[in-house]
């Protein structure tokens, strides 16, 4: 697996080895050592996810207060625009954002350590997505921050309005949202 840096240091792009021929491929999606070895933390995961959405879904920006969670998240069918938001406000990249085109092409692994928000759109027709997660959901203390929120100025690439569940129409401003300290 190859590490690829972001401009937030504690968010990173896995690029993993893939093994493939005219049968098809193979590849490791995930090794607790090799992880531990590229981000430099011992994570222990407690529950995988798995969301299939349609086009122009997105779904964010969500985080828990308390029992937050580490993500590493990546797409098995289709492509997605994922984004982490830096919500620990002792940190120098304390609101700023990163992202990433994650597909079944690429197969790249987004980590996004506890403190982030996190959500991302769909850019194929349909997108398969996976997430491990370092604790449980938590729906008591789920928060979501809006998707479009000036403050944060993601640069989210499509056109038009999204869709969006009743919960992440909901979504507060940065400026008034919860965060980490």
Not at 79 to 91: H, I, K, N
Not at 95 to 113: R, T, V
Request: aromatic letters at 12%; one cysteine or more; proline letters at 6%.
């Amino acid at each position: 697996m190859e590490l690829i840096k972001t401009s937030i240091p504690d968010v990173k792009l896995l690029k993993p080895k893939v093994f493939g021929d005219e049968r098809g491929f193979f590849m490791e999606s995930y090794n607790k050592q090799a992880l531990h070895e590229l981000i430099g933390l011992d994570v222990e995961f407690v529950q995988d996810n798995h969301s299939r959405s349609s086009k122009n879904v997105l779904r964010g920006l969500h985080y828990q207060l308390k029992q937050p969670q580490g993500k590493l998240v990546r797409v098995v069918a289709g492509e997605v625009f994922d984004v982490a938001v830096d919500l620990r406000r002792r940190s120098p990249t304390f609101g700023q954002w990163e992202g990433a085109i994650l597909s079944d092409k690429n197969n790249y692994q987004f980590w996004i350590p506890p403190g982030f928000a996190h959500g991302f759109v769909v850019l194929s027709d349909t997108a398969d997505f996976l997430y491990k997660t370092t604790d449980y959901y938590a729906p008591e203390h789920e928060r979501c921050i809006k998707w479009n929120d000036p403050d944060i100025g993601i640069n989210w690439p499509f056109s038009g309005e999204p869709s969006l569940s009743d919960k992440d129409k909901q979504g507060v401003a940065f400026n008034q949202a919860e965060t980490y300290d």
